[in-house]
């Protein structure tokens, strides 16, 4: 079955997982978190899938632009800012460390 990775309005296919894992550690499941993530001046209660020191995937049913730049509101950490680095099926993964724009 072949998926399909959004970059904008641009589908790309992918048929394989990514060859090279480019996470620099290891993410840990999230059972039951949930955030607080501002998406276009609006604030919207996220479930965290996944965290680790330097990004998170969540459940999210908007579609950012890919690069573009939030703040997710997580319990443990507060406000950090975060860029889209993917797209795909209601989820999106986050790299924090990034300026809102």
Same mark, same amino acid.
């Given at each position: ?10 589908? &790309?296919? +992918?048929?394989? @997982? @990514? ?6 550690? &290891?993410?840990?499941? *999230?059972?039951? !978190?949930?955030? &607080?993530?501002?998406? =276009?001046?609006? +604030?919207?209660? *996220?479930?965290? *899938?996944?965290? #680790? $020191?330097?990004?998170?995937? &969540?459940?999210? @049913? ?14 443990? +950490?507060?406000? *950090? #800012?975060?860029?889209? =680095?993917?797209?795909? $099926? !209601? +989820? ?7 300026? @809102?724009?």
């Amino acid at each position: 079955m072949e998926s399909k990775f959004f970059l904008g309005s641009a589908a &790309v296919p +992918r048929s394989a @997982p @990514p060859a090279v894992e480019r996470r620099a550690e &290891v993410r840990q499941p *999230v059972t039951s !978190g949930t955030a &607080v993530l501002e998406f =276009r001046g609006r +604030r919207h209660l *996220v479930r965290v *899938v996944n965290l #680790s $020191d330097s990004g998170a995937m &969540v459940i999210f @049913p908007h579609i950012p632009d890919i690069g573009e730049s939030l703040l997710l509101q997580l319990l443990d +950490r507060g406000v *950090v #800012s975060a860029q889209v =680095r993917w797209v795909k $099926d !209601g +989820r999106i993964g986050l790299t924090f460390g990034f300026p @809102p724009d």
